[in-house]
């Protein structure tokens, strides 16, 4: 199971790879792509670029700072993002490529993690449309047949309206709990996109 925490990385950092690619691919540098992420709109990645930009204006190195929040960092996704700033630091690497790379890997995986969303979800609609319909229709026949059969009380006994009305009722509520449950099904099965 996925934490919560790598869940927030990983919901922001397509964001975080695109805006970068894009900004330093028109000449802005890493330091003021991570300001720029620094100052809001990604959540978790947000208040991390935050910290590091933070502590480089302290005068601790921006290496150093990148590779303290790689270490806390839950995604695998995020490490390699992290990783990759590190590298075209020390090793003058060409980011704009790698991010092209890992964007397009990102947006690959969400693309998997919504089909196959998707691919769990065929049918329940289905599912709830014929409980919610279905269900009522039945008992509300079962809930006039005292009066269809009236007169054929002396062929076989039925029971009284009130046992009847008890057992719509019963069968309603439990129809309501089904939809229910089968609506929970599909709000935990939600892929955090």
Do not use: W
Request: hydrophobic residues 40%; aromatic residues 4%; glycine residues 10%.
């Amino acid at each position: 199971m996925i934490s919560v925490a790598a869940q927030d990385e990983d919901r922001e950092l397509l964001y975080v790879i695109r805006t970068m690619e894009v900004m330093m691919g028109s000449g802005i540098g890493l330091e003021g792509a991570i300001t720029s992420i620094s100052r809001g709109g990604y959540g978790c990645i947000s208040s991390d670029f935050q910290k590091v930009m933070v502590n480089t204006r302290k005068g601790k190195g921006l290496v150093e700072e990148l590779r303290r929040i790689q270490k806390r960092a839950k995604s695998d996704a995020y490490k390699r993002l992290l990783n990759t700033m590190i590298e075209n630091i020390i090793s003058n690497t060409d980011i704009v490529k790698t991010l092209k790379n890992q964007g397009g890997r990102e947006e690959e995986k969400r693309t998997e993690k919504v089909e196959k969303y998707i691919e769990e979800l065929s049918g329940l609609p289905e599912t709830l449309l014929s409980i919610g319909m279905i269900s009522p229709i039945i008992l509300a026949i079962l809930a006039i047949t005292p009066q269809m059969m009236a007169g054929a009380g002396d062929i076989m006994p039925l029971p009284d309206a009130d046992s009847i009305g008890s057992i719509v009722n019963g069968g309603l509520f439990v129809t309501v709990v089904m939809m229910a449950m089968i609506g929970m099904k599909a709000h935990t099965k939600d892929p955090g996109l």
